[in-house]
Nanobody, 118 residues
Framework: QVQLVESGGGLVQAGASLRLSCAAS????????MGWFRQAPGKEREFVGAISWGGGASYYADSVKGRFTISRDDAKNTVYLQMNNLKLEDTAVYYC???????????WGQGTQVTVSP
C-alpha cells in the first residue's frame, strides 16, 4: 500500500518560491494520478492541482494557475509542487494524495506547512 510523505515546506516572504516534494513508498506511483491540496487555518481543504499518471496532463485551481506547477519523477517515486510568486493567501498545510477520480483521493500524506510572510 502506498504511503506518501510531503516535505519542503517552510517560512518564506511573499514573492518567493518553494518546491514541495511528495515521496511515495510501499508501492510505485507509476500508473497513478496524483494530486495536491491545501488547508489554511479555519478553512476547508481545497484542491490545488493534479497530474495524470503519465505526466502528460495537469490541472490547477484558478487561484494558483500560472504560479504553481506539478511534475513527477516516477524513477524517484516522487511528485513535486513548484510554487512561484507566493502570496500571503498561499499559507496553508499542503497535502498530496493519490487521485482515483476528480472527486476521489486517498492515501493522504501528513502534510507540510507553508507560511508566506509579508
Amino acid at each position: 500500500q502506498v504511503q506518501l510523505v510531503e516535505s519542503g515546506g517552510g517560512l518564506v516572504q511573499a514573492g518567493a518560491s518553494l518546491r514541495l516534494s511528495c515521496a511515495a513508498s510501499g508501492e510505485t506511483i507509476t500508473g497513478l494520478a496524483m494530486g495536491w491540496f491545501r488547508q489554511a487555518p479555519g478553512k476547508e481543504r481545497e484542491f490545488v492541482g493534479a497530474i495524470s499518471w503519465g505526466g502528460g496532463a495537469s490541472y490547477y485551481a484558478d487561484s494558483v494557475k500560472g504560479r504553481f506547477t506539478i511534475s513527477r519523477d516516477d524513477a524517484k517515486n516522487t511528485v513535486y509542487l513548484q510554487m512561484n510568486n507566493l502570496k500571503l493567501e498561499d499559507t496553508a498545510v499542503y497535502y498530496c494524495a493519490v487521485r482515483r477520480s476528480a472527486m476521489d483521493y486517498d492515501h493522504w500524506g501528513q502534510g507540510t506547512q507553508v507560511t508566506v510572510s509579508p
